[in-house]
């Protein structure tokens, strides 16, 4: 028992660089940018709260323990812009090993447990996987929304870049994305 | 359906506020204070790894969820360092306020969900708020004893004082307490 505790330490002490990886949103009134950390507690609060308007009806708690681990590879492949796509292959790889070194320092069971977890998030099709990605999205959007269109004016990120690359939201909620779609619109008027 | 979604819009973007909400502890290797919401964070996520060490059997979800909205009421209150009676007794009323003015932005179902998964941590007795209490208290002591004691020597807080009044984490999970309490007299050897 002991052993599997120190373990436990030993991840949950790792895990304290995801504190150090930064993205590129700041948060609403602050002028920094936001890290992951940060953003993964946003994430999965806004999975608890928005779960009724799934598509199909969702395992919040799936969910929302998705959203715990979704971006704990970046502490290794760190984060990489949505929009910059060649980028974004690179990490990929990156992040499946980062996931594997940093999950392997758990008791074998738990590891696999949240293995599993990141894994549907990444690769997979199941309706919590397509709520869960959406939401991810979601967020980053409503901050720019409501933050003066920083992040996609600090990189030059366009009105169709946006509307084309982040419509997959409609795949985890139709009407989330019916709205964040009209509101992406008017912000380009 | 769609006035839900503005108040859910909402009540994320209010929350943003907790990354602004600063605590006494660095993250190791970071020159800054942590904040709340990564905080936030790491608590649910450290509740996930540790659920079966609770000396109870306990539902690990429903410990998340607490974890996820137990310091939004900071956004009002602000962190008050945890070895300050007196600071501490006059923010649980803020908090109280503060819980009722930001879970209110929210539908009325969510709203009643996230406070009465608040209030169950804060003053409940069940063994999922014995245990979250416990994973709150343990996050900062564990950042401590592994970053050279850091907060406790800023503020001059004792071994007695943390050793008597963070005992209460025994009542959530008796293993873990016996292994920490172990660690704070070995760190003021």
């Given amino acids: 028992m002991k052993d599997e505790l120190e373990k436990c330490f030993e991840f949950i002490l790792e895990v304290e660089k995801l504190k150090a990886v930064q993205r590129r949103v700041k948060p609403l009134g602050l002028d920094r940018y936001e890290n992951s950390a940060e953003h993964s507690w946003q994430a999965a609060l806004m999975a608890l709260v928005l779960a009724k308007f799934g598509n199909e009806s969702v395992n919040v708690e799936r969910v929302v ?15 990489v812009f949505f929009f910059d796509e060649t980028g974004r292959l690179d990490a990929k790889e990156k992040e499946l090993a980062a996931m594997k070194r940093i999950f392997g320092i758990l008791p074998e069971e738990k590891a696999a447990e949240l293995f599993a977890l990141w894994d549907e998030f990444e690769n997979g099709t199941s309706t919590e996987a397509k709520f869960a990605r959406a939401i991810d999205r979601v967020m980053p959007v409503l901050q720019n929304l409501y933050n003066n269109k920083q992040s996609w004016t600090e990189n030059g990120v366009t009105k169709e870049q946006i509307l084309t690359k982040t419509a997959y939201i409609g795949d985890g909620s139709a009407i989330l994305w019916e709205m964040i779609a009209a509101k992406i619109e008017k912000a380009f008027e």
């Fill in 65 to 79: 323990k998705m959203m715990l681990v979704h971006d704990i590879g970046e502490i290794d492949a760190d984060d």
